[in-house]
């Protein structure tokens, strides 16, 4: 897919990493990928700044800015701020125009979202308020193993069992995990547990949706080869391969958006 | 421009509870009731003074109300439970006794810990749970006139039919004015909102009844003047919402000031802390049995199970209004514990998926740690209404 134009920005602050990408000539032209710190205007411009920096722009370059996130409330270098549901269907309609079902798994929240031929957002559902299932669960279990989180997956996929996780919730499941590995459990088979369970939890929110081929992964813990595997099992699917870092599709989305927008305001023909 | 006469509404609010001090003084007795099926006009006509308990929104409540009932029990009733045991509610302060029924098999519950452990002298109304049989109307009847029995005790006299007329007749205005009323908040112009219509349907829960109709009347004129002919159609660029699943009583404005911020406009519900009770309630005889039936009629309450979907009237009622308000989305209000409606949701969205209208499930309780995630799924879900709704457009021209 191919648009023409200016430069359009979109930026994600999400509970753990603030993502930024700017569109030139319906290209993806730069991008930027920061951890989130407690100021959320700050993450987002720190992102921001990063893809500029990439691109040789500056902020005045661009046409138009579109924020999304958990931190889109406070974005004031934004001109709209957009829900990450909406951003992530288009971004993912943007790159992979086949797929009409997304496994959104971010830092704080999961999310299970269908959409239609256009990238419009037909039916979504999110995971309750806790942590269960949500890249600070699994951040929580890698430092009870004391490693790297990058690595979860690799270590889950080479396990031989399967040991039932029985908790979802983080607290429970952190002492339950603790128990398991003093009753000489390995720590890959316990991994491979923890994955499974959360694909599980996923498959109850797909349950108030539905799925649809194509289905594609996205959110920082799409990074997690383990949890794509496990995912793939629990929904019976193949998931489609990212031609980006899956963790940049919100702000690609934001991005798309932003030149939607720019164009329907009369900002670029 | 706001409608004066709502001002007037708060403020008479304002003084409802030393009005009703001043009453009991006088030997008045306040009846506290909730429920889905307690027939009101019988409280009325028999000289109490009712107010309907309702309080919501407090999640320090549903903590208190937790000591005295389970922690899983819904969260409206926790909270229910917590304001007896406080009995800081200038409402529950001025009761003298309470009429609950047991529709909810939770609000029965609840009569049983708020008489235990508060000592307070409560009337149930049984609630036949397979309604739509004869035998269960033969039931209700029963179980009705029992009710009514227990009150002429407390109230000391037997019911005057004449009295009871009147009654009726009152509520009957009182129904067919809010009916009136409720049409303009989902009409274009937008002259009163539906959280105007919503407040005001909850003040006829407290305030006096004759001046309460007086003052919908006035509201009414207050809108006729302003807007002859209601038509119900979409603004451009509305996203409009219609509320269904567990009641939203007053205290509790989290989802509503939520739809609002994200730029929904709510254009109808059919919430029993809303317009629902007020529609198609038909008294064909004055007695209590007469009420009662009346009463039982209705739409019911998703508490009473009801397993054919072609003939529930439920759902008939909800496609029906959805129609009415041209409403483009459902968001279905589910409060933590509270079955009837929880257990609903899927089904109630399914069906409704066949209609092309698409529902967002919203899973809360009072507490305020969910906001921004309820924020995020209900601006998510306008969005999408609206996206829907500017390519409908598009395709058009």
């Known amino acids: 897919m191919s648009i023409s134009g200016n430069y359009f920005a979109g930026v994600d602050v999400g509970s753990l990493a603030a993502k930024s990408v700017i569109l030139k000539d319906g290209e993806i032209f730069a991008t930027g990928l920061v951890p989130s710190g407690v100021n959320s205007v700050e993450s987002g411009l720190n992102a921001l700044n990063l893809a500029l920096e990439t691109a040789g722009l500056q902020k005045e370059d661009l046409t138009y800015i579109v924020g999304t996130g958990y931190g889109r409330v406070s974005a004031p270098y934004a001109n709209k701020a957009v829900t990450e549901i909406t951003c992530h269907a288009k971004g993912t309609n943007y790159l992979h125009p086949s797929v009409r079902t997304i496994i959104d798994m971010g830092g704080q929240d999961c999310k299970a979202i269908r959409i239609d031929q256009d990238g419009a957002v037909v039916d979504f559902a999110m995971n309750d308020k806790c942590a269960a299932g949500t890249g600070r669960f699994l951040e929580v279990m890698a430092g009870v193993f004391k490693v790297k989180l990058e690595d979860l997956g690799a270590i889950a996929l080479s396990a031989t069992d399967t040991v039932p996780m029985s908790s979802t919730c983080t607290v429970f499941a952190e002492s339950e995990t603790i128990s398991l590995v003093a009753r000489g459990e390995k720590p890959e088979n316990i991994l491979n547990g923890i994955h499974h369970s959360i694909a599980n939890r996923i498959a109850g929110l797909f349950s108030r949706v539905g799925i649809e081929s194509d289905v594609f992964f996205s959110g920082g813990v799409a990074k997690n080869s383990g949890m794509k595997a496990a995912i793939e099992q629990a929904l019976k699917v193949t998931i489609v391969k990212p031609e980006i870092d899956p963790q940049l599709i919100g702000a690609l989305g934001a991005a798309v958006i932003a030149r939607n927008f720019s164009k329907k305001e009369g900002l670029w023909a | ?397």
């Open chain 2, 1 to 397: 421009m706001s409608i004066k006469t709502l001002e007037i509404v708060r403020k008479r609010l304002e003084e409802r509870p030393e009005e009703l001090r001043e009453a009991r003084k006088k030997g008045q007795k306040v009846v506290g009731w909730t429920g889905y099926n307690v027939p009101e006009e019988i409280i009325h006509a028999l000289g109490f003074i009712p107010v309907r308990i309702a309080v919501g929104g407090d999640d320090r409540l549903v903590e208190v109300g937790a000591r005295y009932a389970s922690s899983k029990t819904c969260v409206f009733i926790r909270e229910i439970v917590g304001a007896f045991a406080e009995n800081e509610d200038p409402y529950i302060q001025q009761t003298d006794f309470l009429a609950f029924d047991a529709t909810c098999l939770q609000n029965y519950r609840a009569a049983e810990v708020i008489e235990y452990f508060f000592k307070k002298d409560v009337v149930v109304l049984a609630v036949p749970r397979n309604f739509a049989e004869d035998d269960a109307k033969t039931y209700f009847v029963h179980e009705a006139n029992e009710f009514t029995r227990l009150l002429e005790e407390r109230a000391g006299i037997a019911l005057d039919p004449a009295r009871l007329a009147e009654s009726v007749a009152l509520y009957n205005d009182i129904r067919k004015t809010l009916k009136s009323i409720y049409t303009f908040q989902a009409a274009k112009d937008n002259v009163i909102s539906w959280e105007e219509v919503y407040d005001l349907i909850q003040a006829g829960e407290l305030l006096d009844k004759h001046e309460y109709l007086s003052l919908l009347h006035q509201t009414l004129a207050e809108l006729k003047e302003r807007h002859h002919n209601p038509v119900i159609e979409s603004d451009d660029g509305d996203s409009r919402i219609f509320i269904s699943g567990s009641l939203i009583p007053r205290g509790d404005r989290k989802l509503i000031s939520i739809i609002n911020s994200v730029g929904g406009r709510i254009v109808g519900d059919d919430l029993w802390s809303g317009i629902l009770p007020h529609l198609d309630l038909d008294i064909k005889e004055i007695s209590p049995a007469g009420v009662a039936l009346g009463y039982l009629n209705r739409t019911p309450h998703a508490a009473l199970p009801y397993l054919n979907l072609e003939s529930d009237r439920r759902l008939k009622k909800l496609h029906e209004l959805l129609s009415q308000s041209k409403a483009q989305g459902v968001i279905y209000h589910t409060l933590r514990y509270c079955d009837p409606f929880t257990f609903k949701a899927k089904e109630t969205k399914n069906v409704l998926a066949k209609s092309g209208i698409p529902l967002l499930e919203i899973h809360t309780e009072y507490a305020g740690s969910d906001y921004e995630a309820m924020k995020t799924r209900v601006e998510a879900f306008v969005e999408m209404i609206r996206i829907k709704s500017e390519s409908v457009q598009e395709e058009a021209a």
